[in-house]
């Protein structure tokens, strides 16, 4: 089988943004292992900060994640904020990867997220024995990094200006629904 993107392919946004919007089930068939060897972790979070702006761009709060194997570096979830777009107070972009992800053993797994986890992602993190997260994005929010360092994961922070730029003006814009977002509904009475 013919990989359309391959170890020769440069890392570009426009290749990135392919690689965010595809079903994870079909990247195997499309991107050549070799390719995912090759990517940082400057890569990683560059698409999900495109799942962020996927999200945005729905109307949704503009929060991503991604989730790799760390030996093969390919990725096997990824996902975005839907809480809006769902009607569902749990779809964060942390948790819709791990249900990309699906049931497996996240203990040689890294999460990367565009925002510092809530106080349920970064649960689920640590309750799922992830190994390392990436966050990136803790000027807007943060405050669960040192919970999970005590919990035995890996935490680094790799901002991204695209992202930190994309939340500051949904939190501008749509402060109640930040709000929601972390805290629920009886916190924007």
Not at 123 to 142: E, K, P
Not at 144 to 152: A, D, F, S, V, W
Request: include cysteine; glycine fraction near 6%.
């Amino acid at each position: 089988m013919k990989h359309f993107i391959t170890k020769d392919t440069p890392v570009t946004d426009e290749t990135l943004n392919v690689i965010a919007h595809l079903p994870t089930k079909s990247l195997s068939a499309i991107v050549e292992n070799e390719f995912f060897v090759k990517l940082r972790d400057r890569d990683f979070m560059r698409i999900a900060v495109l799942l962020a702006q996927k999200s945005y761009d729905e109307d949704g709060c503009p929060i991503g994640g991604v989730i790799i194997d760390n030996n093969t570096r390919r990725i096997v979830g990824k996902g975005h904020n839907t809480l809006v777009q769902d009607n569902d107070p749990y779809n964060h972009g942390e948790t819709s990867a791990i249900r990309d992800a699906g049931r497996q053993d996240f203990s040689n797994n890294t999460i990367f997220t565009t925002l510092s986890p809530c106080d349920v992602c970064a649960t689920l993190i640590y309750m799922r024995q992830f190994d390392r997260v990436v966050v990136g994005d803790v000027t807007n929010a943060s405050g669960n990094e040192q919970m999970l360092r005590e919990k035995g994961v890996k935490v680094d922070i790799l901002e991204d200006p695209v992202g930190i730029a994309l939340y500051a003006k949904y939190r501008t814009e749509k402060p109640e629904l930040d709000l929601e977002d972390w805290k629920g509904l009886a916190a924007c009475r």
